[in-house]
Each structure stands twice: as structure tokens, then as C-alpha cells.
């Protein structure tokens, strides 16, 4: 089964579960087998993408999230899309040197690495807003 | 005690003695908006004992503030030189936890039997949790 949905929502941290599910419940109806990982990646860019609307635009009760998913069976991509200005380039340089050890013992940090390591391509794009974008394809056996 | 928060996700956290050990057992989700409750229940509910079990065995989620709140539970024993073993049959949570090389420093089984048979019994880790 091959599904194409969107859901746009207020940027506020209820919102955080009400994308959760909504991502959950897509990616489970297309029998997407790599369901969990990716998942877990979405839910860490959307607490991301939350904090840094709440932080960094003017009137962030008046701004939203959409999440936009493609599925299918064998491979998924999703995207976040906010008004926040995505992450700066020389964060995302720094994100290139670090590990997950680096952040081994910190008690934050590690939300965007797990990212990474999770899903097959993570990458940000200008479009109606800025939008992060989460590729996997399901593992041949 | 139960914390719930906005998202309406609960998690429930309770300990008891045994032979000892503080078991410490977490139930629900162990995310995003529980997590500044869990950091602080946890150290709250910290009693003097010979070592600490985390059993996460009923955790349904955890995301990366969770694995944070681990940390912060750990660091706080570590400073009276006290070891934690944790929990988990979940292979997911057991999944999230090698990626984020949480293997590396903490001890990790499946029962609080085998907590209890191994703390008795001695066990290693390949990073000690006071190299930080």
C-alpha cells in the first residue's frame, strides 16, 4: 500500500503527541517495516522542531507544523515543515564531527544524532517554510 | 507516584528493597514532557542501599530526554560511588540504548533476578560511569 497524507498543526508542545500518533498510525497502515526507527526520528525532529519555533519566532502561537508523509511498504519519507529557520549551517558542520559518544554523558544532546543514525538520509530544504526531511528504505534480507 | 502530563502520557514510577538493592521500576512512556518529573522523582526516591536496579522491563517508549534522565539518575548515584544495573527485555529500547552506546557504561539483563544474581556476583562495564 502506497499513502501520501499531511497534517498541519499549532506549533505547541500538545502537539508533539497529536504528530506522534499521526505519524505512527501512517506508517504502521502501510505495513512499513522500519516503522519504529523512523518513528523515533520524526518524534525528535518534531520536539525540535517545537522548541525552536517557541524559541526563535515572533508570535509562535500563531505559527504551525506540518508533518507530510510518503510511505510505502519498502520505504518512507517524511517531512517537518515550520517556520523556525531550520538548523544553522555551522550547527549542522558541528553535527557532522560529533558522535553519540561525544554526548555519552550529557543529559541532552543526543536528539539529532539519533537521528542520523536512524534513518538513511536526513537533509533541509526551503520551501513554503523550512522542512526537514527523514528517508529510510527498509533493509534487504 | 503517576505523572501526567499534556500529551496525555503517564509514567509511573515505584521501588522497593530487595536483599538491599533499591529496585526502582518505571512504567509508561519516559519521554519528551515526563522527563523533568522522572529526573526529579528518581533522585527523590533515592534511599541508601548497595546498588540500584532500573527496571524499565514496563517502559513502552522512551526518546532521547528519557535516555537523558537515565543519565541524570546514574550521575547522581556514581557521585556515592553506587552502580545501577538496568532492566529491559524491550528489543527496541535495548536497540535505542546500544545506539546511543549506552552498553558502554551501563550493565544491561533482562530480569531483576539476574540484577540481583550478578550484582552479588560482580560485573563489568567498558567505560566506568565516573570516567565522565
Known amino acids: 500500500m502506497e499513502l501520501e497524507v499531511i497534517k498541519e498543526v499549532p506549533a505547541n508542545y500538545e502537539s508533539i503527541y497529536v504528530l506522534d500518533e499521526f505519524c505512527k498510525e501512517s506508517l504502521i497502515k502501510t505495513d512499513f517495516k522500519e516503522w519504529k526507527r523512523l518513528y523515533f526520528a520524526v518524534h525528535e525532529a518534531i520536539i525540535n522542531s517545537v522548541e525552536a519555533t517557541i524559541k526563535n519566532c515572533e508570535r509562535p502561537e500563531e505559527k504551525t507544523i506540518k508533518l507530510r508523509i510518503f510511505a510505502s511498504t519498502n520505504e518512507a519519507e517524511v517531512h517537518i515543515i515550520d517556520q523556525a529557520g531550520g538548523i544553522p549551517d555551522d550547527k549542522i558542520e558541528k553535527l557532522e564531527e560529533r558522535s553519540l559518544e561525544d554526548v555519552l554523558f550529557g543529559d541532552n544532546g543526543r536528539g539529532i544524532l539519533l537521528i542520523k543514525e536512524l534513518v538513511d538520509k536526513v537533509w533541509q530544504e526551503k520551501e513554503e517554510g523550512n522542512v526537514l526531511k527523514l528517508y529510510k528504505k527498509v533493509k534487504e534480507v | ?132
Open chain 2, 1 to 132: 507516584m503517576n505523572v501526567n502530563n499534556n500529551y496525555n502520557t503517564v509514567f509511573k514510577l515505584s521501588s522497593e528493597l530487595i536483599e538491599n538493592y533499591q529496585v526502582i521500576h518505571i512504567e509508561g512512556k519516559l519521554i519528551y514532557g515526563n522527563t523533568q518529573a522522572a529526573k526529579k522523582e528518581l533522585v527523590e526516591n533515592i534511599r541508601r542501599c548497595n546498588g540500584y536496579i532500573l527496571n524499565l522491563d514496563k517502559v513502552e517508549y522512551i526518546d532521547s530526554t528519557g535516555l537523558g534522565a537515565i543519565m541524570n539518575f546514574a550521575k547522581t548515584i556514581t557521585k556515592d560511588n553506587k552502580k545501577m544495573i538496568l532492566v529491559i527485555q524491550d528489543t527496541f529500547i535495548k536497540e535505542i540504548l546500544s545506539i546511543s552506546k549506552f552498553d558502554m557504561i551501563f550493565y544491561i539483563v533482562p530480569t531483576i533476578e539476574k540484577a540481583l544474581k550478578d550484582f552479588k556476583e560482580g560485573f563489568k562495564t567498558e567505560l566506568e560511569l565516573n570516567a565522565y
